[in-house]
């Protein structure tokens, strides 16, 4: 029996005085009857052959406090790095790509890194996004926005918090895949892309 997610969405909320509702996100093959897939027009194709429904997979954490869709991969194909974090793509198929060459020559991280970014294992046909409060099926993941008092909060529960950088999209796979509590301090990347507060940090919770 599915759990009650609205309950838990409101407990999360009012324990950490929340300001934004958690996200609930499913890696599925599935199609889940009455969820829309995300609207949006792609824009032309970078050089690369990049495009996509937004610039980067973090802006659907963003879309998906008021609104429940569904996404493709092609959806996020603007941002190579999400890409391949979301197991959407390989290293081989992305690596190649104009942004993965700008971020390494602007030393925001080595290419060294690239084969030991987390990644969930799995390609998935969709990616639901929506608020915790509404979701009608068992979620992935729980994606939280918060300050550090509320993740402060989070590491009083959770003395063995895992606490990461950059790129802010890998907790995602952390959490998927070695079933972690995972924390974001962030990355500017990914904060110029979704608009999110430089107050902010993510938190990202296995179900």
Known sequence: MIKNYSKISTALV??????ISPVAIKFTNEVIPDISHFESEYPSPTPDGRTGAVAAGGVFWMKAEKNTFATVASDHANCSVGCLTHGLKSLDEVAGNADVQAVCEAGWVSPEIFPSIPVVKTKSDFIYY????????????????????????IQSAVPQLRFEGKPQCHIVALAKEEGEIVVSTGCMLSRARTGMSNNEMTCVIPE
């Open 14 to 19: 009012n324990l950490l005085s929340l300001p």
């Open 130 to 153: 929506g608020p915790l409060s509404d979701t009608t099926v068992v979620p992935d993941l729980i994606l939280l926005r918060a300050i550090p008092k509320q993740v402060m909060q």
